[in-house]
């Protein structure tokens, strides 16, 4: 069985026999997002947390808290995720860690039996993506990644007006990121804070001495961990307008292929004199048969593009829309503005997104971000590091999902992993 047909194939899903039966978690990660993921499956009265998993025992107290003030009982807590595999009580396994901590948790929770929720991107890398959809299917696990504007809305109602065919022929879309971010300087090494279980932090990235800002937050701008800001926020307006062009092509009785053609890019650090290593200047290039998709970070300045600060949109010969967080909003050929769009002026998607993995848990179906859309959602901002890291234009096969012709970009789409962890066998 080839991976397009894994993607294709239908899954049954095993899931709570009665809507009225509650779904016990357990949460990897209680900060940051985590922390948030935690707060709002504690808010769903249908959800039970049983168990808060993570490495820093420093960070237990105020997520107990929330979980206690909301539930009304105490989580138990542990530091090796490993130790709720085996416990039958726990259904679902929500997954919000560093981003080289997504794969292994989730392909072992599909193997136990559980389904996940996942942070974006879903992977590391473009081979671990392959495995954890491969693991949900063999397993008929629901797995959620957490790109919540599948759940949104205004989303729904932008891409309904551009299927259409309102834009005419369209032929490039973008996305872009202009929030600002600040430096993280260039501090020493040190000694990992009491508490923190540093070897079980870096898990399968190489080992290296404890420094504060490859640590929490700011891992993600480090090779070993994270995916820069194209993987952070990127991932989110990329999807924006693929999915904008996606539906473009749709209103021209056309088809977007799920993988582009060919990806080139170019940026560098060019602001920021700091230990980060990804770009905080980046402009990338998807090539599809007649369209481009273009994204474009800049970090360093909060101008906005289009009166949007983060965002997307896809354009056609006789309008184009215009796609935020909050609302969405149309144009004609000349650029006039059209009475179509909505502002609603807050973000519903994510509660929105949460409850999709458990409507999709119960009703025994695939989520509205599965884990195939989540895994080339991902993978576009893994080859668009790849192709900025190779500083050349790089030809991709989507069936074989490889580079053509160059081993070296080809070896950027895994990674080594550090003794005794490895990506596990499905």
Known sequence: MTRRTLIAAPALYFGKASANEKI???CMGVRGRAGHLVRGFAAMPDIDIATLIDVDENQFAKAVTDVTAAKGKAPRTERDFRRVLDDKSIDALVVGTPDHWHAIPTILACQAGKHVYVEKPCSHNVREGQVMLEA????????????????????????????????????????????RQKSIGRPPDSDPPAGVDYDMWLGPAPKRPFNPMRF?????????????????????????????????????????????????????????????????????????????LNYEMRIWTGSKMEGEEEGGAVYGDQ????????????FGPK??????????????????????????IRNRRRPNCDIAIGHV???????????WRMDRKLKFDGVAERFIGDDEANKLLSRTYRAPWSLPKV
Do not use: C
């Not at 990329?238 to 996606?246: F, G, S």
């Not at 021209?252 to 993988?259: C, F, I, S, Y």
């Not at 309008?319 to 149309?330: L, P």
């Not at 609603?344 to 997104?353: I, L």
């Open 335 to 360: 650029g006039e503005p059209l009475p179509h769009g909505t502002q609603s002026g807050n973000d519903q998607h994510d509660p929105a997104h949460k409850r999709d993995f458990t409507d999709a």
């Open 136 to 179: 949900a299917r063999k397993h008929g696990r629901v797995v959620q990644v957490g790109i919540q504007s599948r759940s949104g809305r205004h989303f729904a109602e932008a891409l309904e007006y551009i299927r259409s065919g309102a834009l005419g022929k369209v032929a490039f879309a973008r996305g872009w990121e202009t929030a």
């Open 24 to 26: 016990t978690i357990a």
């Open 377 to 387: 959602a991902s993978s576009m901002t893994h080859l668009g590091n790849i192709a």
């Open 216 to 292: 929490h937050s700011n891992w993600r701008w480090f090779f070993d961990y994270g995916t820069g800001d194209l993987g952070n926020d990127g991932v989110h307006r990329i999807d924006y307008a693929r999915r904008a062009l996606e539906a473009a092509f749709t209103g021209m009785g056309k088809r977007l292929p799920d993988w582009p053609t060919a990806v080139s890019a170019a940026g560098g650090k060019h602001y920021f004199d700091d230990a980060q290593e990804f770009p905080d200047n980046l402009m990338v290039n998807w090539e599809y048969p007649g369209a481009i």
């Open 319 to 330: 309008g184009h829309v215009v796609i935020g967080n909050t609302g969405w909003r149309a």
